[in-house]
Nanobody, 128 residues
Framework: VQLQASGGGLVRAGGSLRLSCAAS????????IGWFRQAPGKEREGVSC????????YYADSVKGRFTISRDNAKSTVYLQMNSLNSEDTAVYYC??????????????????????WGEGTQVTVSS
């Protein structure tokens, strides 16, 4: 499985973007998928994660209530809907996968070191 993030861009503060993480190859439903971001001069941080079952989700405190993660295994795609964006959301966003051996796992991961594979990032820039 390979992952590719897309959907980034330039948006005004208060605006919205939807990121997509598309998987090539089969087997995405055996992965928990996380979104991470890295701003200039900062460490990569976990933003959100969805379990392989889709029944569990995690959000960092900084994005709770504004971001929503979802997955469509039939389309081999995970989405991150980002609303009420502000300048602190400016970063390169990456999607990453953690192999969990089953499509029915509730496990969630927020640490970049937990992930097995990474896609290329997509730039999100929020102008004030």
């Amino acid at each position: 499985v390979q992952l590719q993030a897309s959907g980034g861009g330039l948006v005004r503060a208060g605006g919205s973007l939807r990121l997509s993480c598309a998987a090539s190859g089969s087997g995405l439903d055996d992965y928990a998928i996380g979104w991470f971001r890295q701003a200039p001069g900062k460490e990569r941080e976990g933003v959100s994660c969805i379990s392989s079952s889709g029944g569990s989700t995690y959000y960092a405190d900084s994005v709770k209530g504004r971001f929503t993660i979802s997955r469509d295994n039939a389309k081999s795609t995970v989405y991150l809907q980002m609303n009420s964006l502000n300048s602190e959301d400016t970063a390169v966003y990456y999607c990453a996968g953690r192999y969990v051996w089953t499509s029915d796992s509730p496990e969630l991961y927020a640490d970049p070191s937990d992930m097995d594979l990474w896609g290329e990032g997509t730039q999100v820039t929020v102008s004030s």
